[in-house]
């Protein structure tokens, strides 16, 4: 049962251009949600996140937009690089009600590659 | 700024040996994760300590067991090891609702 899908394997995008990276989710009780971005054999590089009392979050070329009535969050990056080229994992986190800790399932991954 | 130091970054194992990785978290934050990733699979979570304490429990195999020391350092032991445990195994750790950081990974190879 994968709570967090990203539907897309991959992605090329022209250089400049904006990169768009989709990820849904399932369980109502998520309330933040973070992108990370990973190389291979390295361990995931935390990039942005956001609460769900928000629906848009900005750090430099790197947007997170949340639509919860959808259970979708997408993370927008303008202008695209070659340094970009990268696995992306969304992840969603939510508060175990038994320890008070919190639970971060991520999803599949979207290998993104931005072509010079 | 201090990141999440895992130990060792590769390893050689045969099958049925055991093995231990171990995860030094950033200072301060209270809380310690354990994931598996398999080859073109995301990141699958094992298991998780608050202030020294399982918190959470994924999908560990019962060869697997972890534990989390008085200095925060956590170590995840493994036993009766199977080919289908070459994965790369990431710790992370977190500060209360803060995002989690991820260590740069243990590569285990069972041979």
């Known amino acids: 049962d994968q709570q967090v899908k990203q539907n897309s394997p991959s992605l090329s995008v022209q250089e400049g251009r904006i990169s768009i990276l989709n990820c849904d989710y399932t369980n109502s009780m998520f309330d933040y949600f973070l992108w990370y971005k990973k190389y291979p054999a390295e361990g995931p590089t935390f990039l942005i996140s956001?609460?769900?009392?928000?629906d848009k979050n900005e750090d430099g070329r790197f947007t997170v937009f949340l639509n919860k009535s959808a259970k979708h969050l997408s993370l927008h990056i303008v202008p695209s690089q070659p340094g970009d080229s990268a696995v992306y994992f969304c992840a969603a986190s939510a508060r175990l009600e038994t320890t008070g800790t919190y639970k971060y399932i991520f999803g599949t991954g979207t290998r993104l590659k931005v072509l010079a | 700024a201090a990141g999440v130091i895992q130990s060792p970054r590769h390893l050689i194992k045969e099958k049925r040996e055991t093995a231990t990785l171990k995860c030094y978290p950033i200072p301060r934050h209270d809380t310690v994760y354990w994931y598996q990733q398999g080859p073109g699979q995301d990141p699958q979570f094992l298991i998780s300590?608050?202030?020294?304490?399982?918190?959470d429990k994924g999908s560990i195999p019962d060869r697997f067991s972890a534990q989390q020391f008085s200095d925060y350092h956590s170590e995840l032991n493994m036993s009766s090891l199977e080919l289908g445990d070459s994965a790369l195994y990431f710790c992370a750790s977190s500060l209360g609702r803060g995002a989690a950081f991820f260590g740069q990974g243990t590569r285990l190879t069972v041979v």
């Open positions: 956001i609460s769900s009392i928000k």
């Open positions: 300590f608050y202030e020294k304490m399982q918190s």
